[in-house]
């Protein structure tokens, strides 16, 4: 089944941002993600393993897998072939975002600047990644962009953490946020990344956080 941006984010307040080496690792990875309460998953093309980790983490019941860091419609189109449900990019440029318009895709393209985001909405895009979130300036900064620019939604990524995430999350032009927090750098524990996606599951807006 297909589904729309909107969809893809409201599917959990988090997406793990996911850099996987092993092809091995995609299952145990994807399932204790699912099963944490995590269905969003964001399989960066940042490895050479990358496309067939989506193909096998897209048998995974429950997941819902998308490919990040794609930067070019040649890659926009591996990703869709491998499996890839929805597209994120670090950045919007013209050939990728009307590529991923023209193949009717879930594209969350990386804004940092209101010029990124009216060039964005001059497409006809509504919901954007702001990326690298807390460099460019954190949630002022956001705060700062949304509010005249009301018509957009983010997913903040980059810098976020399960402490900071609450804050982001209380903001109503925030839906979701992305982090590569819960799939910890090493050897992959399951019952840890398991526990990590509960935590994250959980989590909501929350105005009395403070940092
Ligand atoms: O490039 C970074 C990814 O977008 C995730 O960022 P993070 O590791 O700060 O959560
Ligand atoms: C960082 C980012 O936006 C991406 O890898 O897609």
Redesign the pocket.
């Known amino acids: 089944m297909s589904l729309s941006v909107e969809q893809v984010m409201a599917l959990a307040p988090v997406i793990p ?1 996911l850099v996987v080496e092993r092809v091995e690792d995609a299952l145990p990875i994807a399932q204790a993600l699912v099963k944490g309460g995590l269905p969003a998953l964001e399989v960066t093309l940042r490895t050479p393993a990358a496309l067939d980790v989506i193909r096998e983490m897209a048998k995974v019941e429950g997941a819902v897998v998308g490919a990040g860091t794609v930067l070019n419609p040649r890659q926009l189109d591996a990703a869709m072939e491998a499996g890839a449900r929805f597209i994120v990019s670090p950045g919007l440029t013209d050939p990728l975002g009307r590529a991923a318009i023209a193949a009717n895709i879930p594209f969350l393209p990386g804004t940092a600047t209101a010029g990124d985001i009216m060039r964005g909405m001059d497409m006809g895009l509504t919901h954007f990644k702001f ?2 979130a807390e460099t460019s300036g954190g949630l002022p900064a956001l705060k700062a962009l949304a509010a005249p620019l009301q018509e957009s939604r983010f997913c903040p ?4 953490t399960a402490e900071s995430a609450p804050r982001w999350l209380a903001e109503p032009f925030v839906q979701c946020v ?4 819960v799939v910890p750098k090493g050897p992959i524990d399951p019952a840890r990344i398991e526990a990590l996606a509960r935590e994250a599951a959980a989590l909501t807006g929350n105005k009395l956080c403070s940092g």
Not at 178 to 181: E, L
């Open positions: 941002v990326f690298p990524t980059g810098g976020i992305g982090g590569s927090w």
